[in-house]
């Protein structure tokens, strides 16, 4: 069988989130029957490009759509005619429908829409309001509907099947490390501390504000608490105004970006996700291969739970997360490994499992 082409679309730039590490972890690990390329909108250099060509795989930037809307399609239409793609793979959520449209126009015959959150990533109403039509398309140009968790697919194709798609990650990588969270600890001069992580974007739907406010209860009951923010994000100043406010700049250390989350998750003692709307958060998945005891919003979708220590918490039940982080266990941080093998989380096993779904697609099969 010849090499399978296959494009990944993507709707920013390749920045540290969920769904650029699936797609990552995907392009990384996959067999060399498929050749993925990708296309990114806007002009901005992402932090992943680099990789990605040194892959072997094309990275192309189209117009952002809401920018210029004809651009976009033109740039789209002439990459998928000249690409010689079997598959087009559309990480858009909302936007996946203008995007498959496309692809179909082109003579595409296998056509994924995949589903990264179970809200949309916007509160401006006639964004909103342009999303929601836009994912009303998707069953019309889609041949399958893939979602990385159930409330992700109910949102975006309703009553529609599909097919989930956990977000995998490779374990010997996260695996916990003693002696690496003293070595980090010391280094930030936390040894002492019970340290409690997040990692995030900055923006709304990370719920950053509610998060230092459940840590200023939490610090005050146990001052040797301390919570670590690793993220960036339109809504940094904000939060760092807030800490200030609170006289908790003391207390709370922002790491930025960093490309090290496989080290520095073995630094928290606890993992805090407050979220108000999650997909199937990576971040989680990759703690729990760490085997940190988790506080998770209770918006969060019940599957993204594999081990016992991981706690489900109204965001707004500040008493409930204090005490929760006050009394939860920071046991032995070994892992079930055939629980994420069995359960699709294990990034081997699960990329051969999509490697088949494609070859069986580009066959004409049913999958």
């Known amino acids: 069988m010849e090499q399978i082409r296959v ?41 992943y490009d680099d990789e990605v060509e040194a892959l072997g795989s094309s ?31 559309a990480h858009l959520n909302a936007m996946n429908g203008p995007a498959l449209k496309i692809a179909k126009a082109c003579g595409i015959k296998v056509r994924i829409s995949h589903s990264h959150a179970s809200e949309h990533y916007t509160q401006n109403p006639l964004k909103t309001y342009l999303n929601n039509r836009a994912m009303k398309s998707i069953p019309k140009v889609a041949t ?48 002492d501390k019970r340290v409690y ?18 840590f200023e209860a939490i610090h005050r009951e146990d001052p040797k608490s ?31 970006s960093i490309s090290n989350v496989h080290e520095i998750l073995n630094l928290f003692d606890l993992f805090v996700l407050p979220s ?45 997360w204090v005490k929760t982080a006050q009394t939860l266990e920071l046991k032995d941080r070994s892992i079930d490994v055939q629980r994420f093998i069995d359960r699709g989380f294990e990034l081997k096993s699960a990329t051969q499992k999509l490697e088949h779904y494609y070859k069986e697609r580009v066959k004409g099969n049913t999958v």
């Open 226 to 256: 301390h919570l670590v923010l690793v993220g960036t994000g339109e809504r940094e100043m904000e939060i760092q105004q807030l800490i200030h406010s609170l006289a908790l700049d003391d207390a709370i250390t922002h790491l930025g």
């Open 59 to 89: 990275l192309m930037h189209v117009p952002i759509k809401s920018k210029d809307p004809l651009g976009n399609k033109r740039m789209l239409t002439k990459i998928m005619r000249e690409g010689n793609y079997d598959i087009v793979h």
């Open 144 to 191: 399958d509907l893939f979602s990385c968790s159930q409330k992700a697919g109910d949102f975006l194709y309703g009553t529609h099947p599909y097919t989930i798609w956990y977000n995998a990650v490779e374990l010997d990588r996260f695996a916990f490390d003693r002696n690496k969270q003293e070595k980090l600890k010391a280094e930030l001069n936390l040894s």
């Open 276 to 320: 108000l709307f999650e997909g199937l958060p990576y971040v989680l998945v990759e703690a729990q291969a760490n085997g940190l005891p988790i506080i998770s919003s209770d918006n969060i979708d019940q599957e993204t739970k594999i081990n016992d220590n991981f706690i489900f918490i109204d965001p707004n039940d500040i008493e409930r």
């Open 197 to 214: 992580g997040h990692i995030g974007r900055f923006n709304f739907q990370k719920n950053h504000p509610q998060l230092i406010k459940i």
């Open 7 to 47: 494009l990944y679309i993507h709707g920013g730039t390749l920045a540290r989130g969920g769904t650029e590490s699936f797609m990552m972890n995907t392009l990384r690990t996959i067999s060399r029957d498929i050749h993925i390329d990708f296309v990114v909108h806007g002009d901005e250099k992402g932090v």
